[in-house]
């Protein structure tokens, strides 16, 4: 391709399709650089195909990340434990439905509200103690946290907190505990 160097070939590299075309086919007019341009045709074909097979292999990627996605949020929707995404503040950025039925409050009462006002005063510290634990990257420990009562009686729960994807947001699972193993301690 000793013809078609420099400036024609930086030239065409920054035409439009129609414009590459057009001068493709005026090089492969002229017997001096026919040649080169059947050559440089024959590269653009080899290049189209492979941009094909990238295209169709992005397709395919995409397809698969979207199931696997749909798969995913699925799983944490329908858990049988409560999933949430806390800030500092615990303010509530996201809840599954069993998080949703566990709070007893539909999804809207729920979001962009503090997870502390669903709890029993006193479970504040012990929900900061491990959002901090979580914060600094220590294992998640377990702890038990109290609803607020509901006809008298608050249902205790089991909670761990581990750090969230976003900078500032935590994840939490929350269960409750059996009525049985309810008279432990609180922490």
């Not at 160097?5 to 129609?18: E, Q």
């Not at 493709?24 to 017997?31: C, G, N, T």
């Not at 341009?37 to 992005?58: G, I, K, N, S, T």
């Not at 608050?154 to 059996?178: I, N």
């Amino acid at each position: 391709m000793t013809k078609l160097t420099g400036g024609v070939r930086s030239n065409l590299s920054r035409a439009s399709p129609s414009e590459a075309l057009g001068a493709l086919f005026k090089l492969a007019s002229s017997p001096d650089t026919a040649s080169d341009a059947l050559a440089m045709l024959h590269e653009l074909q080899v290049h189209q195909v492979e941009v094909e097979m990238q295209q169709d292999e992005l397709r395919r990627s995409r397809v698969e990340l979207e199931r696997n996605l749909i798969q995913q949020t699925t799983r944490v929707e329908h858990a049988p434990a409560a999933f949430l995404v806390v800030d500092r503040a615990t303010v509530v950025n996201e809840i599954n439905l069993a998080g949703v039925r566990l709070l007893g409050a539909a999804r809207p009462a729920v979001l962009g509200r503090p997870l502390s006002g669903f709890l029993a005063p006193s479970c504040s510290d012990a929900l900061q103690r491990m959002l901090t634990r979580a914060r600094d990257g220590t294992l998640p420990e377990p702890g038990e946290l109290q609803l607020l009562p509901k006809g008298g009686v608050g249902q205790k729960l089991l909670c761990t907190a581990g750090r969230g994807a976003a900078s500032g947001q935590f994840d939490l699972v929350l269960m409750m505990l059996p009525s049985k193993i309810q008279g432990s301690p609180s922490v």
